[in-house]
């Protein structure tokens, strides 16, 4: 049996930037985006983009704002006109930006793979901070449609609140502490499933961290 698995009975993988490239499709979109709607701005605004969408996709993790709010503090932010732009105009914006970010999803090299095999062996879930939707069309992009999700705006609670776990364990049919919890994000994936009682493990993509859990650098070494 997989070393760093021993003992489980059950997976649950984080998605973005887990199974699928996030960050990448996110960059990508946001660029193409930016010379389509206001190309006097530069690339180099990306890393303003990017954390804007750190601060506040935290907001909404802690429970401080809903999902749609944070899309539009960004882009208030980003673009202080639009302060008092109405919501649904924000939202509008938002979806076309949505369009160029989905153009350039792309999968995490072997998660298709590692999640069928271990499907075939276990009950194998994703638990994942979004709309649903949009997370379905993910799964459906990477060939795992038919695997069980467990999305944010479908729960009472996203990541890192127990209850996010909690729900996510009871429709796999797995007591949490059976359950390993796998993704990128330290808070998310990790320290929040330690202490809502499953165990961890950090895919640590290269981005600096640390924390107290076994941790893997590719899918692949789920398996070994």
């Given at each position: ?23 990448a ?7 193409s ?10 690339t ?18 802690a ?9 539009r ?26 369009v ?6 792309s ?5 298709a793979?590692?999640?069928?095999v271990?499907?075939?062996?276990m ?20 060939g ?20 996010a ?8 049919g797995?007591p ?5 919890m796998?993704g990128?994000d ?39």
């Amino acid at each position: 049996m997989m070393a760093l698995l021993d003992g489980a009975e059950a997976v649950l993988f984080d998605l973005d930037d887990t199974l699928l490239d996030y960050t990448a499709a996110r960059d990508a979109g946001f660029v193409s985006w930016l010379a389509e709607r206001d190309p006097a701005r530069s690339t180099k605004d990306l890393d303003a983009w990017q954390s804007l969408e750190d601060t506040h996709f935290r907001r909404y993790s802690a429970g401080e704002i809903s999902f749609g709010e944070q899309r539009r503090a960004r882009l208030r932010a980003f673009w202080p006109q639009l302060s008092g732009a109405p919501e649904a105009e924000l939202d509008e914006m938002y979806e076309t930006y949505v369009v160029h970010m989905e153009a350039a999803w792309s999968a995490v090299p072997h998660a298709a793979e590692v999640v069928q095999v271990l499907a075939a062996r276990m009950p194998v879930g994703v638990l994942t901070n979004g709309y649903h939707a949009m997370q379905v069309r993910k799964l459906k992009l990477l060939g795992l449609e038919g695997v069980p999700l467990f999305a944010s705006s479908e729960l009472v609670a996203p990541k890192p609140d127990p209850r996010a776990y909690d729900a996510a364990c009871t429709g796999l049919g797995v007591p949490k502490e059976r359950t390993v919890m796998v993704g990128d994000d330290i808070t998310n994936d990790v320290q929040g499933a330690l202490l809502a009682g499953l165990s961890a493990v950090w895919f640590d993509r290269g981005r600096g961290g640390a924390v107290a859990a076994p941790k893997v650098t590719c899918l692949r070494q789920l398996l070994a």
